[in-house]
Every structure is written in structure tokens, then in C-alpha cells.
């Protein structure tokens, strides 16, 4: 059973900086893909930042490059999102995924190739 888990979320002003964690554990073999998803109130669930194979191949929503950088740890089982120059715009709930579907390391941000999923954890934005 896959289990992922997020933590770190918290409460910031804009410009601040948050580390995100995603534990993973359950896999009988490494996902291709290993991604953050955020889905703010009212809106889709949006991908953001997405580790392919490895982590040697990243994508980052146009909205995050720049500030935000996801990593692996040294045992492939956890994921991060550090995230700088926060924007009020960046709150939401984010969501750790993982897919099995080699299909996602062509489509990292579509939510349907991912059959894994955190329970999420708030991020919150003030300006």
C-alpha cells in the first residue's frame, strides 16, 4: 500500500519561504514521477513542480520557476518543494502525487496519470 505524506505547511507573509515534505513509503518500485499539485479554493487542482525518474529531469509550473525547487532526499523516499518569495497567490493545499504510468514523464501536470495521493498540506499566504 503506497502511502504519502505531507507536512510542513504553515502560515507566511508574502516574500517568506516554506520547505515542504511529502514521506513516502509502500512502493515495490520507484515511481517515474513524483510531483507537487496545489488547489486553491474555487480553482482546479494545479501541478506545480514535478521530479522525473531520479529527480535528474524537473518541471516547474511558469508560475513557480524561479522560487520554488523540488528535490528528492538521499533515499529517494522523500520529496520537497522549497519554496521562496511566497506570493499571496501561491496559498493553497498542497498535495503530493505519485504515478506508476510511464505517461506521466511526458504529462507531469496531468492530475489523471497519478494514482497516488497526500492528504495535503495548507499553505497560507498573507500580504
Known amino acids: 500500500q503506497v502511502r504519502l505524506v505531507e507536512s510542513g505547511g504553515d502560515s507566511v507573509q508574502a516574500g517568506g519561504s516554506l520547505r515542504l515534505s511529502c514521506a513516502a513509503s509502500?512502493?515495490?518500485?520507484?515511481?517515474?514521477?513524483m510531483t507537487w499539485f496545489r488547489q486553491a479554493p474555487g480553482k482546479e487542482r494545479e501541478g506545480v513542480a514535478a521530479?522525473?525518474?531520479?529527480?535528474?529531469?524537473?518541471h516547474y509550473d511558469e508560475s513557480v520557476k524561479g522560487r520554488f525547487t523540488i528535490s528528492k532526499g538521499n533515499f529517494k523516499n522523500t520529496l520537497y518543494l522549497q519554496m521562496n518569495s511566497l506570493k499571496p497567490e501561491d496559498a493553497a493545499m498542497y498535495y503530493c502525487?505519485?504515478?506508476?504510468?510511464?505517461?506521466?514523464?511526458?504529462?507531469?501536470?496531468?492530475?489523471?496519470?497519478?494514482?497516488?495521493w497526500g492528504q495535503g498540506t495548507q499553505v497560507t499566504v498573507s500580504s
Open positions: 502525487a505519485a504515478s506508476d504510468n510511464f505517461a506521466c514523464r511526458g504529462l507531469p501536470f496531468d492530475r489523471s496519470k497519478y494514482g497516488y
Open positions: 509502500g512502493y515495490t518500485s520507484m515511481p517515474y514521477c
Open positions: 521530479s522525473i525518474d531520479s529527480g535528474d529531469t524537473t
